[in-house]
């Protein structure tokens, strides 16, 4: 199971398994909601979540794939100077 924290608002994501590729967000006041990949609201009282997030967790996206997949993209690493920009 992959579970993330949001970088700012500390909302909690993780995957869950019913339904399957759904995602529990959990508020830091303690409102949960169940989203699908495409954030769109499927129970709970939480009616809103990050569909970044929801695609990441309910995609199985850990924190250290996540990184990994943003270091191995063609433009990591590139200034604007390498990319023939001033």
């Known amino acids: 199971m992959v579970a993330l924290r949001h970088p700012l608002s500390g909302t909690l994501y993780e995957q869950i ?3 399957p590729g759904a995602v529990r ?4 006041d303690g409102v949960e909601g169940v989203f699908d990949d ?3 609201h499927l129970s709970g009282e939480r009616r809103t979540a ?6 990441w967790v309910a995609n199985g996206l850990s924190t250290a794939d996540r990184a990994a997949t943003i270091a191995a993209s063609p433009k990591a690493g590139l200034s604007r100077e390498s990319e ?3």
């Not at 967000?25 to 830091?28: A, F, L, P, T």
């Open 17 to 19: 398994d019913d339904p």
């Open 25 to 28: 967000v959990v508020g830091k």
């Open 38 to 40: 495409n954030a769109r």
């Open 50 to 55: 990050d569909i970044g997030m929801c695609r």
């Open 84 to 86: 023939g920009q001033p």
